[in-house]
């Protein structure tokens, strides 16, 4: 957290050196991204310190290749899972040589003109809208882990044999949860990696608990091995 503190400040300088070379410092008037898969504890822990530093923006679309076998078994999985059809987009493996290539001029200036734009203003960025939006959105998702775990304890339980869809437990996880989760918030892909943490944490009976690809009553999807809901 000092880090990051340090990074995204105004009053401390950093320090770096070259490759051999001497230690030098030199103020921040740079913007970081950070690109993950989890956030990061700090930004977990939702401090106003580091809260009013960042702005966290969900990356719910998935890009899917229709054209081959793995990519439109990928496309169905998505959708028995929940994601919106809006958010699965066809992957265009030629997109870069056909709208990139003999364009560089184009985004060379589009870059400079946010360049020209942001030093012109002192160095502050205002946050779009749309983007405060998802921000806001990304704020529950520190709830919704929480409320994973509480789902664990008080609507699971393990069962030997028995199967369920995660699909089947995302949907009785947001009807537990009422109108403070839904895709955007917290996706099943998200709801899948902390419900595995929970149960791993928990450990004994539930470390029996096993995800795999199947199908459950004729339906097919990812499904959990020995976990039961309760009715």
Request: hydrophobic share 40%; proline share 3%; aromatic share 12%.
């Amino acid at each position: 957290e000092k880090r990051f503190k340090e990074i995204t400040g105004e009053e401390s300088e950093v320090f770096a050196k070259t490759m051999y070379g001497k230690e030098i410092s030199f103020p921040p008037i740079f913007k970081t991204t950070f690109f993950v898969n989890d956030l990061p504890a700090i930004m977990e822990n939702r401090s106003f310190a580091v809260g009013r530093r960042c702005a966290i923006v969900p990356m719910r679309v998935s890009f899917v290749n229709r054209n081959t076998e793995a990519g439109r078994a990928e496309a169905e999985s998505l959708r028995e899972m929940g994601q919106p059809e809006a958010l699965v987009v066809d992957l265009d493996p030629g997109y870069f040589d056909k709208h990139v290539v003999g364009n560089e001029a184009a985004f060379l200036s589009f870059f400079v003109q946010g360049a020209q734009m942001f030093y012109s203003s002192s160095g502050k960025i205002s946050v779009p809208e749309s983007l405060n939006e998802h921000a806001k959105a990304s704020s529950s998702t520190a709830e919704a882990r929480e409320g994973v775990h509480a789902f664990v304890e008080e609507k699971l339980y393990v069962r030997r044999g028995s199967r369920v869809l995660t699909k089947t437990l995302y949907d009785k996880f947001k009807a537990f949860m009422g109108d403070d989760v839904d895709f955007l918030t917290f996706s099943v892909e998200d709801f899948g990696s902390e419900l595995s943490k929970c149960l791993k944490a928990k450990g004994g009976e539930f470390s029996t608990v096993r995800k795999k690809n199947g199908s459950v009553e004729g339906t097919k999807g990812k499904f959990w091995e020995n976990l039961c809901v309760v009715v």
